[in-house]
């Protein structure tokens, strides 16, 4: 492998400890109806700068939802990064910004977050990013930079700097956001039971307005069964058991008069409970349960476009 090597000063361990520089942890969402809903990160092998997102409602999608981020930085002390010593010229001007690639996806690009001037001013900059339904997917790269956000006049002393708009001068930090294949929580456990048929689904709560979807939804699919090797070939028979594992959650939802009500009006429903996701698929995603027909087709719809 090719060593990489800068002609000019870059960011370096001694100047990263004296600009203190801080930040607020990635918050991820998505929006829907004019709504934020969030997306939990969850560490990769212990590791914070790995992590898979996760939807507690099973909803969320790269393909069919936008993906936001969200995030605080503080720098402070930063006046050591121009001059001789620094990384630009006493006038320039020094560009943080967020630098995204998907490699699956084949996109990159890079997001303009705040500019530091030579002053003894601490700085506090927001980024609040919207990446639009399937732009990205797979693995992300998200890495915070220093560049050359405007040039400056080289002094005697500051030949040596980098002066051209655009250079990169040094990375802040830098995070692997893992999105397809770990996307949503959906509740689906493969077991081993010879004498079980393909699938079936257990709903096990008390009340659904308040307990977890993913808490008290399971879905299994039995690779002892005889069957389980179409189900390797057709994803097309994966589709079926979703949609009627999902419509046999609802109808015994809706068989539950006292809780029904609530959970078609959204009214009292605690975040990620087994209602609050059943409004979702009602509201959002336009399932029709008014009869057993229309509620088997609609299902079936959502899930012919989306795989």
């Not at 069919?64 to 010229?89: E, H, M, P, S």
């Not at 919207?130 to 040039?151: M, N």
């Not at 051209?164 to 509740?187: A, K, M, Q, W």
């Not at 979807?213 to 879905?219: A, K, L, N, Q, R």
Request: aromatic share 12%; proline share 5%; with cysteine.
């Amino acid at each position: 492998m090719a060593a990489k090597i800068s002609l000019y000063p870059t960011l370096n361990d001694e100047l990263m400890s004296k600009i203190r520089f801080q930040t607020s942890a990635y918050e991820f969402y998505y929006k829907a109806d004019d709504n934020e809903f969030p997306l939990n990160p969850e560490e990769v092998n212990n590791n914070p700068c790995d992590v898979k997102i996760l939807d507690k409602k099973g909803i969320w999608t790269p393909d069919d939802y936008n993906f936001c981020i969200r995030r605080k930085y503080f720098v402070r002390t930063y006046q050591c990064l121009f001059g001789r010593d620094g990384i630009a010229c006493r006038n320039a001007i020094i560009g943080v910004a967020l630098r995204w690639a998907s490699s699956d996806s084949k996109q990159r690009g890079v997001i303009k977050i705040g500019v530091l001037h030579n002053s003894a001013k601490d700085e506090e900059f927001k980024l609040d990013y919207e990446f639009p339904a399937a732009q990205l997917r797979g693995v992300v790269e998200l890495t915070t930079v220093l560049y050359l956000e405007k040039p400056g006049t080289p002094l005697w002393d500051e030949k040596h700097l980098a002066n051209n708009y655009g250079c990169i001068l040094g990375e802040l930090d830098r995070i692997t956001v893992r999105l397809d294949g770990t996307g949503s929580e959906f509740p689906v456990f493969y077991t081993d039971k010879p004498l079980l048929p393909l699938w079936y689904i257990q709903c096990e709560w008390d009340d659904p307005t308040i307990d977890q979807f993913s808490e008290c939804i399971s879905i299994f699919i039995n690779r002892s069964n005889k069957n389980y090797k179409f189900l390797e070939k057709d994803e097309h028979l994966l589709r079926e058991i979703m949609a009627s594992a999902l419509f046999l959650l609802i109808s015994k939802l809706k068989a539950q008069e006292e809780y029904w009500a609530d959970t078609v009006a959204g009214n009292n429903l605690t975040e990620g409970s087994v209602s609050a996701a059943v409004h979702y698929f009602i509201n959002t995603l336009g399932w029709d349960p008014s009869t057993p027909e229309s509620l088997s087709v609609s299902i079936r719809k959502f899930f012919e476009q989306r795989m």
